[in-house]
């Protein structure tokens, strides 16, 4: 029976390769990474769907930099020494109180310093995330960011939440067991779930708890017993200043059961009884799905069953690799339901992709990362500060009148140099709109002169189609402005463009 034309196909079934053009190139570019100029889009639609998806996925062929350890200082946040450990003591003990206040004043200076770190990591993550040759291994990075979820707000570590970006980035397209295998050994999640004191008699559910609900399975596919069965596996699993450490005299050695698994099971068999699980490759299917396809509702009785089957295709392909991502991805992008009609252009862009999304394609200025930075924090998505554990929400959840005006007037500083505030202008790094222009124009120089064709290309550039209120708006804007596109009038056109609704989607 074929599959009726205004729904997405409900299989994998690979977009026939004549049916991958402009259009197709330019959803690739912003659901596989953060958007591309029109020279990328046009590169992409030429070299065809397979060549494109893999230039994507397959990260490893690219070279890129490889991040330095010593960008940032490891030991501001470092456990006191045997020695000051002992003076503290000693001075509580003869009720020494400046040497005390002395102690403290130097953990509240360290603190302050590690806070700063942390903004200087912030502003690290943006400047790559906008300026990366491997857009998919960024998106990843962020991926796993928002589904381990970890915030600095409670670690107050700095370090750890730079080296657990960098376990998200080594194993970005890799295999989501040794996501879960990383994670119960990862400093910063073990601190977020205060795992580090949970020991043999005194288990912490926190970890075992999420690592199931969030991390794996999802709700309804475990049991309370499951929980508290997996928090004893996990007895021991804590951390020595930087570095993970099992406790073997705090580790529970008894015989449990979790998920069906029996025996003296630890944190490893915990992860391995999860990914025999067929809910695991259903629950990561569907949040693959939310985050590079549509969103959708996690319970699939919420679904309807054309989503559902073609998620279960995903869940699929997700056990035949092993749990490897790429292949899964590889998958998804060459998918004629990614490029259905009703899934092109319906994603809100969360603010890290409206963001970094308008770097990339519209070539702005990169400017005050700060700004920017403030900017993500007032949308919603302040970078190594998720919300909650859940990560978050996404979605319409992205959107509301106070968000909207932060994401009119952050696009509007990145074309202008006008702070968002309203204040003062940034006179450096002008914005250059001949250089995308002529990116735009390079297939059609003789353009120029006619804004009505112009405006066509910029709109299908930007917002994926040209609707005809907006069209007879923009056209208005040039006549109206001498009747030539120039950089300046792009620079306008693009204020208009960046204030519509049909902006916000990818």
């Known amino acids: 029976m074929d599959q009726p034309r205004d729904r997405a196909p409900a299989t994998l079934a690979p977009l026939p390769e004549d049916q991958f053009g402009y259009e197709q190139a330019r959803h690739l570019l912003w659901r596989a990474g953060f958007g591309g100029t029109p020279e990328q ?3 992409l639609a030429r070299w065809g769907l397979d060549r494109a998806v893999d230039t994507l996925v397959d990260v490893q062929k690219t070279p890129v930099e490889p991040v330095r350890e010593d960008l940032f200082d490891r030991d501001i946040m470092r456990p006191a020494s045997i020695s000051e450990r002992r003076a503290y003591r000693a001075a509580l003990q003869r009720g020494d109180e400046e040497a005390v206040a002395r102690f403290r004043a130097e953990r509240q200076r360290r603190q302050r310093s590690d806070r700063r770190q942390m903004r200087r990591i912030q502003a690290w993550w943006l400047e790559r995330l906008i300026e990366t040759p491997r857009p998919l291994e960024e998106k990843m990075t962020l991926f796993w960011h928002g589904h381990f979820a970890t915030s600095y707000r409670k670690i107050e570590d700095s370090w750890h939440m730079f080296r657990q970006n960098q376990f998200f980035r080594a194993n970005a397209l890799g295999n989501f067991g040794d996501l879960l295998f990383g994670i119960i050994r990862d400093p910063a999640m073990i601190r977020y779930l205060d795992n580090q004191a949970s020991r043999v008699g005194a288990p912490n559910e926190n970890l075992a708890r999420e690592l199931m609900e969030l991390f794996s399975l999802g709700e309804g596919n475990y049991s309370e017993q499951d929980i508290k069965e997996g928090a004893r596996a996990l007895t021991g699993y804590t951390f020595e200043d930087d570095e993970f450490v099992f406790n073997e005299n705090n580790h529970d050695k008894g015989s449990k059961t979790i998920l069906g698994m029996r025996g003296p099971l630890d944190g490893d068999d915990f992860v391995r009884a999860i990914l025999q699980r067929r809910e695991c490759s259903q629950f990561m299917a569907r949040k693959l799905y939310r985050f590079f396809v549509r969103d959708v509702p996690m319970d699939p009785q919420e679904c309807d069953r054309d ?16 749990y490897e991502i790429a292949p899964v991805l590889r998958a998804i992008f060459r998918s004629a339901h990614f490029y259905h009609p009703s899934i092109m252009g319906e994603q809100i862009k969360s603010p890290v992709q409206l963001v970094v999304g308008a770097a990339r394609s519209l070539l702005t200025p990169t400017r005050d990362l700060y700004v920017l930075l403030d900017a993500l924090d007032l949308m919603g998505q302040a970078l190594f500060y998720p919300p909650s554990v859940k990560g978050w929400d996404g979605g319409r959840a992205w959107i509301n009148t106070s968000t909207m005006f932060v994401r009119q007037n952050t696009l509007s500083y990145m074309l202008t140099g006008v702070m968002p505030q309203g204040s003062d202008r940034s006179e450096e790094d002008r914005y250059d709109g001949e250089a995308l222009l002529g990116s735009l124009l390079s297939a059609h120089p003789g353009a120029r002169g006619e804004p009505a064709r112009v405006v066509d290309y910029l709109l299908r550039f930007t917002i994926g189609r040209a609707p005809s209120s907006a069209k007879q708006e923009l056209e ?8 030539r596109v120039t950089g300046d009038i792009l620079t306008g056109l693009l204020l208009l463009i960046t204030a519509m609704p049909e902006y916000q989607m990818c």
């Open 476 to 483: 208005a804007f040039v006549m109206g402005h001498g009747g």
């Open 307 to 322: 989503t559902n089957r073609y998620i279960g295709q995903v869940a699929q392909a997700m056990l035949r690799s092993r």
């Open 41 to 43: 889009i046009e590169l």
